[in-house]
């Protein structure tokens, strides 16, 4: 039998009204030019509350508590190798928002939720798509 590895990443929407942040990645190696969301994998020993939290920060330069995040959806991702995503919703927040990681990121900007741009990564728009439905999970890149 095969032991399976799986890789867990959060992801938060940030709202503010119909708006949503969006990031677009920059010198990655992941996905370069296409928008996503504040996220990143979870750390051995940290909860995905914790992770949410610490990326929010490390990304947006914002404090969210704990009582500020709503988990919305769970996705089990079929890609290089298969991945648990774990999606957020906040309206609230401590602090400005701003690019704390200008060399992974060339621009933060809020989009209408129901406009997005054409040059998304695929799996976070079909994640927001899904969150817009209120469905709370969702398997992708299986067929």
């Known amino acids: 039998m095969t032991k399976l590895k799986m890789f867990v990443a959060v992801h938060l929407f940030l709202l503010k009204g119909d708006k949503i942040l ?3 990645r920059y010198n990655t190696g ?7 969301v504040v996220a990143g994998h979870v750390d051995s020993g ?5 992770a949410m939290k610490r990326e929010a920060k490390e990304e ?14 769970v996705m089990h991702r079929n890609s290089d190798t298969e991945r648990i995503d774990y999606f957020f919703v906040s309206e609230k ?4 928002i701003r690019n ?3 060399t992974k990121c060339d621009d933060l900007s809020w989009f209408p939720i129901n406009e997005l741009p ?3 990564i695929p799996y976070v728009r079909h994640a927001i798509e899904m969150y817009k439905k209120d469905e709370h999970f ?5 067929t």
């Open 138 to 142: 969702t398997e992708y890149g299986w």
């Open 22 to 24: 969006l990031l677009k």
């Open 60 to 73: 947006a330069g914002i404090v969210i508590t704990e009582r500020d995040l709503k988990p919305v959806q």
């Open 30 to 36: 992941f996905m370069d030019g296409k928008y996503s």
């Open 118 to 120: 054409n040059n998304m």
């Open 100 to 102: 704390m990681e200008p």
């Open 46 to 50: 940290e909860t995905y509350v914790e």
């Open 93 to 96: 927040w401590d602090g400005e």
